[in-house]
């Protein structure tokens, strides 16, 4: 099980970015991928999650609204749309994968998004 996340960089707040979590040796079928973050300081937290039996979505509600979270499986990958950038919005991002909704029994390495004017 591997994941590989991009897509992170700089923007001024009110921007928008697209994260990617392409997986290989699985398929998002077999397992709920999830969304972390990490900001500079603070534990890491779950932004969203989607199940991979249904497609179902699930967000914390610091971005209810503003992220969307979707999964393409003929590519196996899962993105993050992130519109409305904040400046709290700043962290590492991360993937993971699990057999439960916010589980992460495999992480991806981050990618780094900096809200900044």
């Known amino acids: 099980v591997q994941l590989q996340a991009s897509g992170g960089g700089s923007v001024q707040p009110g921007g928008s970015l697209r994260l990617s979590c392409a997986a290989s040796g699985f398929t998002l079928d077999a397992y709920d991928i999830g969304w972390f973050r990490q900001a500079p300081g603070k534990g890491r937290e779950g932004v969203s999650c989607i199940s991979g039996a249904d497609g179902s979505t699930y967000y914390a509600d610091s971005v209810k609204g503003r992220f969307t979270i979707s999964r393409d499986k003929a590519k196996n990958t899962v993105y993050l749309r992130m519109n409305s950038l904040k400046p709290e919005d700043t962290a590492v991002y991360y993937c993971?994968?699990?057999?439960?909704?916010?589980?992460?029994?495999?992480w991806g390495q981050g990618t780094l998004v900096t809200v900044s004017s």
């Open positions: 993971a994968a699990g057999e439960r909704l916010w589980s992460n029994d495999y």
